[in-house]
T-cell receptor, first 110, second 114 residues
Framework: TQLLEQSPQFLSIQEGENLTVYCNSSSVFSSLQWYRQEPGEGPVLLVTVVTGGEVKKLKRLTFQFGDARKDSSLHITAAQPGDTGLYLCAVNFGNEKLTFGTGTRLTIIP | NAGVTQTPKFQVLKTGQSMTLQCAQDMNHEYMSWYRQDPGMGLRLIHYSVGAGITDQGEVPNGYNVSRSTTEDFPLRLLSAAPSQTSVYFC?????????????FGPGTRLTVL
């Protein structure tokens, strides 16, 4: 079984602070997706990265795909309470099966 | 469009009972899948389907059956429920199931097996 490790598992910070969460694998993958899940709901796609070294920005969120295509990071600038949620990375290792990481549960304190 | 719908939203079963979790999508997606979500373990793939009449096993298929008779529907059957199947179940669909497709998730079914 190919694994995706996410860190940290839990993160609680004050509103206005910056943060970075990580997604790592021992295997190379062709693309990676980041999803956010709010309590009582299903995950919602934030971004898909497909090129090694790629950086994508979505308002205050910056996503980076590692050069070696084994890792990715999500950086949030000036966190807001609305950023609270479970952040999941997901990878298709080329077999039609999407594998999810265990997630980072983020809490932004007003 | 309703997107992906799941019923029921909550369910309590006794050990040994059977039930079917319903999932439907109105986006004409070929790819549909079922996940279970447990604390600290992320989402784990149970079964998936790349089109009507075609299903395959995911990471944790034991104790679950699926069928795909139409493009729209992908029910998940628990034949004899066990406490280990207590979890939140999510159905998802995507256009083709490729690595860059957006997966659209339903709101989930919270199942408790006593």
């Amino acid at each position: 079984t190919q694994l995706l490790e996410q860190s940290p598992q839990f993160l609680s910070i004050q509103e206005g602070e910056n943060l970075t969460v990580y997604c790592n694998s021992s295997s190379v993958f062709s693309s990676l997706q980041w999803y956010r899940q709010e309590p009582g709901e299903g995950p919602v796609l934030l971004v898909t990265v497909v090129t090694g070294g790629e950086v994508k920005k979505l308002k205050r969120l910056t996503f980076q795909f590692g050069d070696a295509r084994k890792d990715s990071s999500l950086h949030i600038t000036a966190a807001q309470p609305g950023d609270t949620g479970l952040y999941l990375c997901a990878v298709n290792f080329g077999n039609e099966k999407l594998t999810f990481g265990t997630g980072t549960r983020l809490t932004i304190i007003p | 469009n309703a997107g992906v719908t799941q019923t029921p939203k909550f369910q309590v079963l006794k050990t040994g009972q059977s039930m079917t979790l319903q999932c439907a999508q109105d986006m004409n997606h070929e790819y549909m899948s079922w996940y279970r979500q447990d604390p600290g373990m992320g989402l784990r793939l149970i079964h998936y389907s790349v089109g009507a009449g075609i299903t395959d096993q995911g990471e944790v298929p034991n104790g679950y059956n699926v069928s795909r008779s139409t493009t729209e529907d992908f029910p998940l059957r628990l034949l004899s429920a066990a406490p280990s199947q207590t979890s939140v179940y999510f159905c998802a669909s995507s256009s083709r199931g490729t690595s860059t497709d957006t997966q659209y998730f339903g709101p989930g079914t919270r199942l408790t097996v006593l």
